[in-house]
C-alpha cells in the first residue's frame, strides 16, 4: 500500500471510509423508522401456502377398509 501523503493512500482511506459509513447510515435509516421497514417489506411477497387438503385416513380406518376388502376376497 502507498503512503498516506501520495493520492492512492487518500483514495484508499476515502474508499474504506465509504465503506463502512454506507452499512451503518442504511442500518441507521432503517432500524430507527419503523415506516421505513414496513415500506420496505410490504414490497415483497412471502410464502404464501395452498389451503390445507383432506386428512388421510387413520391407521384405524385403513386396517378395517383392508379387513372388508380381505372378507369380500375370501367371500367369492
Known amino acids: 500500500m502507498s503512503s498516506l501523503g501520495t493520492s492512492k493512500g487518500v483514495l ?9 459509513t454506507v452499512p451503518i447510515f ?22 404464501v401456502y ?8 387413520s391407521p384405524e380406518e385403513l386396517r378395517e377398509m383392508a379387513r372388508e376388502l380381505a372378507r369380500k ?4
Open 12 to 20: 484508499e482511506i476515502a474508499k474504506f471510509g465509504l465503506y463502512v
Open 26 to 47: 442504511l442500518m441507521y435509516t432503517f432500524a430507527n423508522n419503523t415506516k421505513n421497514i414496513q415500506k420496505f417489506m410490504g414490497n415483497r411477497s412471502y410464502i
Open 50 to 57: 395452498p389451503p390445507e387438503g383432506p386428512r388421510p385416513q
Open 73 to 76: 376376497k375370501n367371500n367369492h
